[in-house]
């Protein structure tokens, strides 16, 4: 188990992370939010392999007209921050492992599939409800968005009662 004493302290981390989220205001004028990046990344492979169906859908052709490439979009560049800030930080840390974690009732290829599935059903939803979890409680919490407040209730709550059903798994 790792030493609690190499993670920074939790309030701390929080003023850092308004502190970024108010410079994103500042210089780009929007929040943070990563479902934006992951819908243009599946816009350009899909782009790349049957260009004809991007045209003609009405949903992601707005990503690819105008001539500007969908990956050139400050989206992207923040969640390959997050992605490289986060390997950095870990190696830095000397907590750097590679290893699918998962309780004694699961297989590592379970527990990799559930969070595939799990994962594919969240960004549907995320692009669905047009925002991510990241973007509706940091962005929206932070201008106060009543809705956004009412989500992350609701997200907590779930969590909270699909953890009897899961936590069977890990104990």
């Keep these: 188990m790792n030493d609690k004493s190499q993670y920074w302290q939790p309030y701390f981390a929080g ?6 989220l108010l410079a994103a205001f500042y210089t780009v004028g929007r929040g943070l939010g990563a479902s934006g990046a992951m819908m243009r990344t599946v816009t350009t492979v899909v782009h790349a392999v049957a260009p004809e169906h991007t045209a003609q859908n009405a949903y992601l052709s707005r990503y690819v007209s105008g001539g500007q490439h969908p990956l050139k979009n400050w989206l992207v560049f923040q969640v390959l921050g997050v992605l490289v800030g986060g390997l950095l930080s870990g190696a830095l840390a000397n907590r750097l492992k ?4 998962h309780g004694p ?16 059903i969240f960004g549907y939803a995320a692009r ?16 106060l968005a009543l809705g956004s407040w009412a989500f992350m209730m609701m997200v907590f ?4 009662a699909m953890a009897y059903f899961v936590r069977r798994q890990w104990i």
């Design 98 to 101: 590679f290893e699918v974690e």
């Design 105 to 120: 009732r699961f297989t590592p290829r379970a527990r990799l599939f559930t969070a595939f599935a799990g994962g594919i």
């Design 157 to 160: 709550a779930g969590g909270y």
């Design 15 to 20: 003023i850092v992370l308004g502190l970024v």
């Design 128 to 143: 669905l409800a047009m925002g991510c979890t990241s973007g509706q409680a940091l962005t929206g919490g932070a201008t």
